[in-house]
T-cell receptor
């Protein structure tokens, strides 16, 4: 089944404790992206990647890192999480070109206390 | 900054009714348009792309009006299962990020 897989689905952590949210896609998509979704603010892009070893900042990159060492994986790293990073996170992938929309993972609900 | 605007609703609609909502976008050079559906606390899922000539998929019809810079989604014979938030997505040819801008969504509630 074609899908984007994120782990974990739920995570509660403490301020300052480094964490990684994994994302993997099995559709051989070139583009991958991370979004966060907050009430009233909608989906905001954190980082995106157009191919292996190519990453760029989205609208809200502060406090996050990403890497794209392999085409299928695009982990999101929070080096020192803070409570304002409590949010619902989505990883997504798509083919390049104007006609293609994103396929999203099931989401990771992160709480930083 | 490129903007995609939607009425957040909620739209409360009786089952079986026809409902339509619009999405306006600010960048006249926008290339592609999509409607996504998002159920509560779930991931957004692509509902349909919006083509220049308009397109229909079962009970759903999407239209694009480039002159007025809006896209619309029409749902006929609405079902209880259509209750969700509908996100408008616009793709630009360039600019920051990968050119996709999401609206904040329109919340639709179909009532029995």
């Amino acid at each position: 089944e074609a899908q984007v897989t994120q782990n974990p689905r739920y995570l509660i952590t403490v301020t300052g404790k480094k964490l990684t949210v994994t994302c993997s896609q099995n559709m051989n998509h070139e583009y991958m992206s991370w979004y966060r979704q907050d009430p009233g603010l909608g989906l905001r892009q954190i980082y995106y990647s157009m191919n292996v070893e190519v990453t760029d900042k989205g609208d809200v990159p502060e406090g996050y890192k990403v890497s794209r060492k392999e085409k299928r994986n695009f982990p999101l790293i929070l080096e020192s999480p803070s409570p304002n990073q409590t949010s619902l996170y989505f990883c997504a992938s798509r083919d390049p070109g104007v006609s293609y929309g994103y396929t999203f993972g099931s989401g990771t609900r992160l709480t930083v206390v | 900054r490129k903007e995609v605007e939607q009425d957040p609703g909620p739209f409360n609609v009786p089952e079986g009714a026809t409902v339509a909502f619009n999405c306006t976008y600010s960048n006249s050079a926008s290339q592609s348009f999509f409607w996504y559906r998002q159920d509560c606390r779930k991931e957004p899922k692509l509902l349909m792309s919006v083509y220049s000539s308009g397109n229909e998929d079962g009970r759903f019809t999407a239209q694009l009006n480039r002159a007025s810079q809006y896209i619309s989604l029409l749902i006929r014979d609405s079902k209880l299962s259509d209750s969700a938030t509908y996100l408008c997505v616009v793709k630009d040819s360039g600019g920051g990020a990968d050119g996709l801008t999401f609206g904040k969504g329109t919340h639709l509630i179909i009532q029995p």
